[in-house]
Each structure stands twice: as structure tokens, then as C-alpha cells.
């Protein structure tokens, strides 16, 4: 079955400390991965995606294929991080995407 | 550009009543999806548009719940008869269709639904 699991529903830390949200999934075929977040009163929007490899708002994921896993992590979390972060998983060209249940992340001041 | 825009915002209605959701997604983008979201959950996909064609609709419950995008642009999601458990928050997003862009979706505000 195709799936994508968030094994924390709540992440809280305090301002400056290192943050690592956690993903596993499950996908037949050649997956592609992504990070959307949701801040407070903002429309779910898109944070990163494996293929761009690239860092946004100081964030990185890296795609461990022997893992399953595609964890979202950032040295040094900042109170503006706060948010709810979902993982999904989509394949080549179809658009359709598989998300996992969401950790929000709690930076505290 | 415009972002997805989504009406009405909030609907509260009784059980085994009828509602319509109605979306507009960005100007080109030729893929329309309806997400459910329950809360505390993720969003589930529930029907896939492509230009007015239905790509995936595997996990709408087709005996309560249509969707249309007639002309290939916007797109209503109706939920008739309504139960509780179709509580939720009704995501709509589109994308552009191309091999960069395919899967990167850009979301709506949703419209909240209360079922009581």
C-alpha cells in the first residue's frame, strides 16, 4: 500500500535548537517527495521537493531510498518556523499526492 | 498571479442536506484536484481533473459526492446527501502540467463544512 507516515503529531523546541521532522514512506515505483507547510491562517502551500534539492528557509530534506525516508530538518529553528508540516509523495507526471498525517512544530521563544 | 480561489470560505448545514462547493484554480493550469481534509489528518485526494476530463476519482464516494469542471476551468464539488463524518475542510488545488510542474500543487483557502 502506498503510504506516508509522520510518526510525531507534535514537535516542540526552543529557539536556536536543531529540528528534524521525521518521514517514512511506502511507494511502488519511482517516488517523488516532497515538504508542504501550513503556518497559522495561511493556505497549505509547498516548502520544498527532493528533486530540487535545494534549501528553503533553511530547511533541507534528503531522499534516503534505503530508508524510506525523507526527513525535514533545519540547524537552527526560529519562533516564524512554527507550523504544520506534511510529507507527501507523488509519482512522475500524475500530480496526484499521498500525505502523511502532519507534525506541527512548535518553536518556542 | 492569482492564487486558487474557493467559495463559500464556511458552511454549516444538517445531516442528509446538500452543498456545493465552487473553485477557480490559477489561470493555465490545466489540472484541478478536490482534497478532503479531516481534522488532524492529511489531505485525501477525492477526485483529479484534467482539463475537463476526470483523471482519478478512485476515493470519491460517488454515491453522495459529484464533481464537474464542464468547461475545463472551474469546478464545483457537490456532497448531497451530507452525513456527519463529511465534516471537514474541502481543499481545491491545480497545477501546471509539464514534467516540472506536475506535482507541484498550489492550494485554496478550503471551505470548511460542519455537518450537525
Known amino acids: 500500500a502506498q503510504r506516508v507516515t509522520q510518526p510525531e503529531k507534535l514537535l516542540s523546541v526552543f529557539k536556536g535548537a536543531p529540528v528534524e521532522l521525521k518521514c517514512n514512506y511506502s511507494?511502488?515505483?519511482?517516488?517523488?517527495l516532497f515538504w508542504y507547510v501550513q503556518y497559522s491562517r495561511q493556505r497549505l502551500q509547498l516548502l520544498l521537493r527532493h528533486i530540487s534539492r535545494e534549501s528553503i528557509k533553511g530547511f533541507t530534506a534528503d531522499l534516503n531510498k534505503g530508508e524510506t525516508s525523507f526527513h525535514l530538518k533545519k540547524p537552527f529553528a526560529q519562533e516564524e518556523d512554527s507550523a504544520m508540516y506534511y510529507c507527501?509523495?507523488?509519482?512522475?507526471?500524475?500530480?496526484?499526492?499521498?500525505f502523511g498525517q502532519g507534525t506541527t512544530l512548535q518553536v518556542k521563544p | 498571479e492569482a492564487g486558487v480561489a474557493q467559495s463559500p470560505r464556511y458552511k454549516i448545514i444538517e445531516k442528509r442536506q446538500s452543498v456545493a462547493f465552487w473553485c477557480n484554480p490559477i489561470?493555465?493550469?490545466?489540472?484541478l484536484y478536490w482534497y478532503q481534509q479531516i481534522l488532524g489528518q492529511g489531505p485525501k485526494l477525492l477526485i483529479q481533473?484534467?482539463?475537463?476530463?476526470?483523471?482519478?476519482d478512485s476515493q470519491l464516494p460517488k454515491d453522495r459526492f459529484s464533481a464537474e469542471r464542464l468547461k475545463g476551468v472551474d469546478s464545483t464539488l457537490k456532497i448531497q446527501p451530507a452525513k456527519l463524518e463529511d465534516s471537514a475542510v474541502y481543499l481545491c488545488a491545480s497545477s501546471f502540467t509539464g514534467s516540472s510542474g506536475a506535482n507541484v500543487l498550489t492550494f485554496g483557502a478550503g471551505s470548511r463544512l460542519t455537518v450537525l
Open positions: 481533473f484534467q482539463n475537463n476530463g476526470v483523471v482519478d
Open positions: 511507494y511502488s515505483g519511482s517516488p517523488e
Open positions: 489561470s493555465g493550469h490545466a489540472t
Open positions: 507527501a509523495v507523488g509519482s512522475g507526471n500524475t500530480g496526484k499526492l499521498i
